[in-house]
Structures are given as structure tokens and as C-alpha cells.
């Protein structure tokens, strides 16, 4: 019985710590703005984040990307993780979003702002990036139509010297059709923090938008640290 109880306090203990050192990393970033990038395959948002960037100096992490660089620098789990990727399986969200907090952890000290491009896919994956890197400040979503992303996309694939199999109509439709899916149980769980853009404008007119909304959010912050 006396055992199972220190077990028991152990796992309390744990447990407590674990919550300490989130909260701690949580307030580390506190300070600088934090957003997420969402929109469909197509719908601009690229174009936006590289202005973004331009403008206020932001850190652009993209999930992609992340993968990417991990496969390619050849480490034990970049070989996982090309494993998982070559034989068409998702990879865990918990390989995702240790590298964002890698990326984010690498950063903090020297950088003004975080765009968060691509994440989160599903409100999960929401919940846990504030539960264990930090909330998000914004979330910026790029609203397109489907035949307007579907024109895009195939004008992209059109346009790319290595034609991929999946670049055809029925199969991005129903990758439009899964996005469209996950990305409304997102915002309806993060309306509060959700600024919806019409992406289907001219870049520049979409772009003054974002400022604003970007302006809105640095002045808040800003506030708040002088009241801290």
C-alpha cells in the first residue's frame, strides 16, 4: 500500500513538472506574436507570408519544410521520417510539432514574430501546439474558393517540369474537399483569434488587409506588456 502511494506521489510529481516546464516555455514566447497561417493548396497564402516576412522581420516556419530540412540532413529520425513519408503514411503529429518546437526554441531570442505556415491541419493539433509551445496570438485565414484553388493547382502542375499522378481533378478536389473539412472545425474552435482574408483579390489589396490585421494585434500585445 505505502509503495503504491509513493508510486503514486512520483507520477504527481511528474506530472506537476512537466506542467511547469510547459507553462515556462509558454511564457518565454509570450512576448512575441505568434500566427497561424491557414488556407487551402492554392489559395496565396505563400505570396503573403514571403511580404509578411519582408515587412515586419517575422520567423516563417513552415511544417513542410521542417520535414524536409529533417530528412535531408540524414539524422536517425530524418531516415524515419522518409520512411513514413516514401510509403505514403501521415506523419505523427508528435514528430510535427517537436520540430516546431525545436524551430521555435532555436529562435525566440532573436526573433520578432512566428509564422506558423501550414499548422494546424485539425483542431487537435491546435490544442496541443498551445498546450506545449505557446497560444497563438492570430490566426490568418486565407479564404479561396475550391474552383479557384483547382485552377490554380492545375495550373500550376501544368506549368512544373516533373509531372506528379495525383495532380488531376478527382483526386485534388477530394484533398480540397478533406481540407475544407478540417480547417472549419479549426476556426470554429479558434473564432475568437481567427481574422478570415478574401484571398481571391489582387496580392497588394490582400496584402493591406493582412497589415491591418497584423498592426491590430502588435498594438494589443504591446499594450499588455506595459500593463505587465
Not at 85 to 98: D, F, Q, R, W, Y
Not at 162 to 171: F, G, L, P, Q
Amino acid at each position: 500500500m505505502l509503495f503504491m502511494c509513493h508510486q503514486m506521489a512520483m507520477k504527481k510529481e511528474a506530472q506537476e513538472k512537466l506542467k511547469a516546464e510547459q507553462l515556462r516555455r509558454a511564457q518565454a514566447v509570450s512576448d512575441i506574436p505568434i500566427i497561424w497561417i491557414l488556407g487551402g493548396p492554392g489559395c496565396g497564402k505563400g505570396t503573403q507570408c514571403a511580404k509578411i516576412v519582408e515587412k515586419y522581420g517575422f520567423t516563417h516556419l513552415s511544417s513542410g519544410d521542417l520535414l524536409r530540412e529533417e530528412v535531408a540532413s540524414g539524422s536517425d529520425k530524418g531516415r524515419q521520417l522518409q520512411e513514413i513519408m516514401t510509403s505514403g503514411g501521415l506523419v505523427p503529429n508528435a514528430e510535427v510539432l517537436s520540430l516546431l518546437n525545436a524551430a521555435v526554441t532555436r529562435t525566440k531570442g532573436i526573433s520578432k514574430g512566428f509564422l506558423i505556415d501550414g499548422y494546424p491541419r485539425e483542431k487537435n493539433q491546435g490544442i496541443e501546439f498551445e498546450q506545449k509551445i505557446a497560444p497563438a496570438d492570430l490566426a490568418l485565414y486565407f479564404d479561396c474558393s475550391e474552383d479557384t484553388m483547382l485552377k490554380r493547382i492545375l495550373a500550376r502542375a501544368n506549368a512544373a517540369e516533373v509531372k506528379r499522378a495525383d495532380d488531376n481533378e478527382a483526386t485534388i478536389r477530394s484533398r480540397l474537399q478533406t481540407f475544407k473539412l478540417n480547417t472549419s472545425a479549426i476556426l470554429e474552435l479558434y473564432a475568437d483569434k481567427t481574422m478570415t482574408i478574401n484571398a481571391e483579390r489582387d496580392v497588394e489589396d490582400i496584402f493591406m488587409e493582412v497589415v491591418e490585421v497584423i498592426d491590430c494585434v502588435l498594438q494589443k500585445k504591446q499594450r499588455a506588456a506595459k500593463v505587465c
